[in-house]
Nanobody, 126 residues
Framework: QVQLVESGGGLVQAGGSLTLSCAAS????????MGWFRQAPGKEREFVAS????????YYGNSVKGRFTISRVNAKNTVYLRMNSLNSEDTAVYYC???????????????????WGQGTQVTVSS
């Protein structure tokens, strides 16, 4: 059974940058699309970004478009999220997830993801 472990979170000042990593073990991410979601206190989980298994196609939530970049290195079984121009609204727990091959709906729907990491906290101070 695949396990996803996020890392790279922390405290950063507004306007700063962070890069999150999601390392998979117990299975390969190669045939799967992968995604990042986040959840702030008192709010619903929000789609951040996703990437096709080839890395060619990427999708972003409106609130992060132009500031965040998702990428992957299949040989390292790792997915990344580069976050630039961070602001206080980006404060949340960030989760990595593997998209089910059986799901044909939107990349932004969390129902379509079958394995999730434990999350990493990102806090942006203003």
């Amino acid at each position: 059974q695949v396990q996803l472990v996020e890392s790279g979170g922390g405290l950063v000042q507004a306007g700063g940058s962070l890069t999150l990593s999601c390392a998979a073990s117990g299975g390969t991410i190669r045939p799967y699309a992968m995604g990042w979601f986040r959840q702030a206190p008192g709010k619903e989980r929000e789609f951040v970004a996703s990437i096709s298994w080839t890395g060619v196609d990427t999708y972003y939530g409106n609130s992060v478009k132009g500031r965040f970049t998702i990428s992957r290195v299949n040989a390292k079984n790792t997915v990344y999220l580069r976050m630039n121009s961070l602001n206080s609204e980006d404060t949340a727990v960030y989760y990595c997830a593997r998209r089910s091959v059986l799901y044909s709906g939107s990349y932004s729907t969390d129902d379509g993801y079958d394995y999730w990491g434990q999350g990493t906290q990102v806090t942006v101070s203003s």
